[in-house]
């Protein structure tokens, strides 16, 4: 290696560096700008995830036309199809009404979101929403369906935030156990074994708190946190005496992989 | 002009691995692993061009990586700028190395460093955000997380090498071509 290139892998190594001394609001607003660059690509890019998970069911319904190949059949299934179609559109339709009515009973001021991809890292469980800082959504704020707690945003840019779910470590809640005193700390396991599942452990609780597995575990609400108090995060599956303290293990209150509409807290109404 | 070329190809490819690789889902029966494709399209150009430009993909590609995982909770950044640009001019500086060897041992070095350093890639973060956490913590799943994607860049890398060489034999090179002329 001659001295030039010796020099220039220093000098991008020291670049490498100084990078690493940002702080994190000024990485925070180079991502947000990263994302908004990005964002018309990824959601190409997660049109076509959805197509790839849609092509073994086609090549199905395929095969079971050439099979059955009569006109009656094909008629039959073109009128169960359209039934299925219209039952599907009633199901949105239903869902659409309880997220409304979930939205008019709330004392928060909701901002409703739809997903628009999921994570694509090894090692973090997030979102991405298509509401941004135009919409009045910013850092830290919560992130709800009727069902429960999801997560908070973490990184926001003009049209787009990213959600931490609740099932990553880094999301820590302050949380109480419904019909206890017993409060304790939930996050997330650092790797989880069943990635579609996710689940959740409560730490700090007392050594000799009576608690059973299916009691609602709730947010707390401590002061200056990002999470209100009374949301349901979950139901406790275990519960561990250990040497100091007890543990939780706390399955999140709905399937986080099959959610497709949420709502961020922005503020009280 | 055939290194601009090339080195624009390599910013163009290692875009279209970060969407492609964003649009594939987990694979549930490998505990989740995901297919990573960039440290695959960084070692073919760190073996293809010359060491100035290859310093030039370490930056893009190492930049464009911190700028993806970056995640930030309650305004501490787990995994901090700049790591990815460090590792990927690492990982250059080990690639170029194999540059001059004859066409069959860069197809098989090409392929054992994609492996290594897709595995490499994701033992880092699992370990800077182990130390941003605190606590050692490990399993299966992670093992397979790590492990898998290299496994899988390594069985691509060959078919990459053949399909992407190919195209790039049909670039013309001019000053190859000036150089034969002026003889």
């Known amino acids: ?269 | 002009m055939k290194t601009l070329i090339d080195l624009i190809a390599l910013f163009a490819g290692v875009f279209l691995a970060f969407v492609v690789q964003h649009a594939l889902p987990p694979m549930d029966d490998l505990q989740g692993a995901r297919v990573v494709l960039v440290p695959l399209v960084f070692c073919y150009a760190a073996i293809v061009l010359p060491f100035p430009a290859m310093l030039a993909a370490a930056f893009y590609t190492g930049f464009f990586s911190d700028l993806f995982y970056l995640h930030i909770v309650g305004g501490a950044v787990e995994i901090p700028m700049g790591i990815s640009i460090i590792y990927y001019v690492i990982l250059g500086c080990l690639a170029s190395r194999f540059r001059s060897g004859p066409e069959t041992a860069k197809m098989w070095m090409f392929s054992v460093l994609s492996g290594a350093g897709t595995c490499a890639f994701l033992l880092l973060q699992f370990l800077m955000i182990t130390w941003h956490r605190g606590g050692w913590e490990w399993a299966g799943a992670a093992a397979w997380r790590i492990l898998a994607p290299g496994l899988m860049a390594a069985l691509i890398a060959p078919l990459f090498h053949l399909v992407v060489s190919h195209i790039d034999n049909l670039i013309p090179d001019f000053s190859r071509m000036r150089r034969a002329s002026r003889r």
């Not at chain 1, 309880?98 to 709330?106: G, I, V």
């Open chain 1, 1 to 269: 290696m001659n001295r030039l290139n010796i020099a220039l892998v220093v000098g991008l190594v020291a670049v490498g560096i100084y990078l690493s001394t940002l702080s994190s609001e000024s990485v925070g607003s180079m991502k947000a700008s990263f994302m908004s660059l990005l964002s018309p690509f990824l959601r190409t890019g997660t049109a076509m995830q959805q197509n790839i998970g849609s092509f073994g069911q086609r090549l199905k319904t395929l095969d079971e036309l050439d099979v059955e190949n009569t006109r009656l059949k094909i008629e039959n299934r073109v009128l169960r199809t359209e039934n299925s179609l219209m039952r599907e559109t009633q199901a949105e339709n239903q869902r659409l009404r309880l997220a409304l009515d979930f939205r008019a009973r709330s004392s928060h001021k909701l901002v409703a979101a739809r997903i628009i991809s999921r994570d694509s890292s090894t090692w973090w469980s997030t979102i991405r929403i298509n509401r941004g800082f135009e919409d009045g959504v910013e850092a830290d704020q919560p992130v709800v369906t009727d069902g429960g707690l999801v997560g908070k945003t973490t990184t926001v840019s003009k049209n787009e935030a990213i959600v931490v779910l609740v099932t990553d470590e880094s999301c820590r809640i302050g949380a109480k156990i419904e019909g206890t005193r017993e409060q304790g700390i939930v996050t997330g396991l650092r790797i989880q074994e069943n990635t579609s599942e996710g689940m959740l452990q409560m730490n700090f609780l007392s050594k000799n708190a009576e608690i059973t597995s299916g009691m609602d575990v709730l947010t707390a609400g401590v002061a200056h946190g990002s999470f209100p108090p009374g949301i349901l995060i979950g139901k406790v599956r275990e519960f561990h005496r250990r040497a100091l303290d007890g543990q939780a293990f706390v399955e999140p209150a709905m399937d986080l992989s099959i959610i497709e509409d949420v709502f961020v807290l922005v503020g009280k109404k």
